[in-house]
């Protein structure tokens, strides 16, 4: 929802992509933090920044990450890490929705290579508007208890 406060970051490979997302999320009412890269030409490493992003999300100071590399994958893989990160790559508007009802995922990761520009904003508006199924009929979800479990 607008007002939510986005942490933003991708590498050489999603750099295009981020700098687009990032003029439309704050013309979209988000607030945002972007932490790089600054450059497609650039090579840098994914890793880096997708744990910056992850620890602002782990510290509630971003209430959701978003990250860009050429496919998505290796930014996931990386915020994973970060205890109480859930991070998914994401390529379609369902999977979008579905993490978010059914993961209650707090990090989205993007290809910047194979899914487009306007793909990618429609990804991002269902992951940012959908809320995590956490009750149903007034009562904790099957969900909310898988949730609880993902940390081990
Ligand atoms: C960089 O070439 C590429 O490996 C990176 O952007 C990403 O796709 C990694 O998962």
Known sequence: MPGKRIALAAD???????????????????????FGSDSASKSVDYPDYAHIVAKMVKKGEADFGILVCGTGLGMAIAANKVAGIRAVPVTSVDFAVLAREHNDANV?????????????KNIVTAFLTTDFASE?????????????????
């Not at 050489?12 to 972007?34: A, E, I, N, P």
């Open 12 to 34: 050489h490979g999603g750099f295009d992509q981020k700098q687009s997302l990032k003029t439309w999320l704050v013309s979209q009412g988000y607030s945002l933090k972007d």
């Open 108 to 120: 989205l990761a993007l290809s910047g290579r194979y899914t487009d520009d306007a793909t990618n």
């Open 136 to 152: 149903v009929d007034g009562s904790s979800s099957r969900h909310a208890r898988r949730v609880a479990k993902l940390e081990g």
